[in-house]
Nanobody
């Protein structure tokens, strides 16, 4: 089973950019569909972005579409989330998640579909 570790969180001003990384280890990264989720203080964990095994198809939450980009490098066993035009409401703990997928084309946008999670990385966007 793959293990996940996020990095890259921090404090950024509104309008700024940041890139999160999620390093995978312990299994073939390319066997997994991947996603990014976030959890704001006092709120449920919510979907941010998802990508298929091949990295050629992605899906975004409406709140981040056009500002965030999810990518993956299967040679480096790493998932990324490039975040631009950040807003204070993007402040949250960000988690990467993985699930084995038979199809290389599919991705998932719900927490229930994922069974492997990282420990999270905090993003704070100041106004």
């Amino acid at each position: 089973q793959v293990k996940l570790m996020e990095s890259g969180g921090g404090l950024v001003q509104a309008g700024g950019s940041l890139r999160l990384s999620c390093a995978a280890s312990g299994h073939t990264f390319g066997d997994y569909a991947m996603g990014w989720f976030r959890q704001r203080l006092g709120k449920a964990r919510e979907f941010v972005a998802a990508i298929n095994r091949r990295g050629d198809s992605a899906y975004y939450a409406v709140s981040v579409d056009g500002r965030f980009t999810i990518t993956r490098d299967n040679n480096k066993d790493t998932l990324y989330l490039q975040m631009n035009s950040l807003k204070p409401e993007d402040t949250a703990v960000y988690y990467c998640a993985a699930t084995e997928a038979q199809s290389p084309h599919i991705f998932y946008a719900t927490t229930a579909r994922y069974d492997i999670w990282g420990q999270g990385t905090q993003l704070t966007v100041s106004s």
